[in-house]
C-alpha cells in the first residue's frame, strides 16, 4: 500500500467540504443507477434473478489478474458517474454511517471474499473486508462494519483514526470488490443487488429515520 502524509489527505478531503450523507438503499429497480465496472463502462442490467426474484447488476472480471492482496476491482459507484443520484457521496461521519450492506452472488471455481474501497474525489481511500468466503451459485447477504475496529480495515497509507475521519468526511467513491480463496483463471460473473449504506440506530433516530430510506438525493 502506498504511504500518504495525513496532512495531504486533509487537503483533499477538507477542500470537498462534504455534506453529511443519508442512509441509503440501491435496489437497482430502475436500471443501473449509472453504476459502473473496473473500466468505468456501464454494468450489466438484469430485469429479474435477484436475492427476491427483482433487478440486479452484474460484471465479470479475469480471475488470473487478481491481485494478491487486493483481488479484483468490480464496481463503481462515484460523484463522477452521478452513480444513484450521489447519493453515496457525502460525509459518512456526520451521516452516522457505521456498516455497508451488500447482496452478492458469483460463479467463480472458488469460493471468494469481498470488500468496498472508498476513497475521496483525487488520493488514496481504505478498504473494509469481509472475511467470510461466499460460495458460487448463491445469493449472499455481507455486512461490512465501517470503522477502524474492522479487523478488515485496510488503509492505503499510514493506518490511523486520523486518516479513517479525513477519508469518511469526504468520499467520493464507493467500490466492491473481490478476491478469490485461491489462484484460478478463469473469466468469473459477479452479481450484486440491494446496496446500503447503514447508520446506527441512533443516528438514525437523531435523522428522523427509522431504517435505511431509499430516496435518491439528486443535485
Not at 19 to 29: H, I, R
Amino acid at each position: 500500500m502506498r504511504t500518504v502524509s495525513l496532512l495531504a489527505i486533509s487537503a483533499i478531503c477538507g477542500s470537498a467540504m462534504a455534506a453529511p450523507v443519508s442512509p441509503y438503499l440501491e435496489t437497482f429497480n430502475a436500471g443501473d443507477a449509472a453504476w459502473a465496472d473496473v473500466a468505468s463502462a456501464p454494468v450489466t442490467w438484469h430485469s429479474f434473478g435477484g436475492p427476491d426474484g427483482s433487478p440486479y447488476i452484474s460484471t465479470t472480471g479475469d480471475l488470473a489478474t487478481a491481485d494478491p492482496q487486493n483481488g479484483l476491482l468490480l464496481f463503481r459507484a462515484e460523484d463522477a458517474l452521478d452513480s444513484s443520484g450521489d447519493a453515496f457521496v457525502g460525509d459518512y461521519l456526520a451521516g452516522g454511517i457505521t456498516s455497508f450492506s451488500v447482496d452478492v452472488r458469483h460463479d467463480s471455481a472458488v469460493p471468494v471474499s469481498f470488500y468496498v474501497r472508498v476513497a475521496p474525489a483525487g488520493g488514496p481511500g481504505m478498504l473494509f473486508l469481509n472475511f467470510a468466503p461466499v460460495a458460487a451459485g448463491q445469493w449472499t447477504t455481507l455486512t461490512f462494519d465501517f470503522s477502524t475496529s474492522n479487523p478488515g480495515w485496510i488503509a492505503e497509507g499510514v493506518p490511523s483514526q486520523a486518516l479513517f475521519d479525513n477519508v469518511a468526511s469526504g468520499i467520493a467513491k464507493v467500490q466492491i470488490g473481490a478476491i478469490p480463496a485461491a489462484a484460478t483463471t478463469g473469466i468469473a460473473t459477479f452479481d450484486v443487488d440491494n446496496f446500503a449504506i447503514v447508520p446506527t440506530p441512533a443516528s438514525a433516530a437523531l435523522l428522523g429515520l427509522g431504517g435505511v430510506v431509499a430516496v435518491r438525493r439528486r443535485r
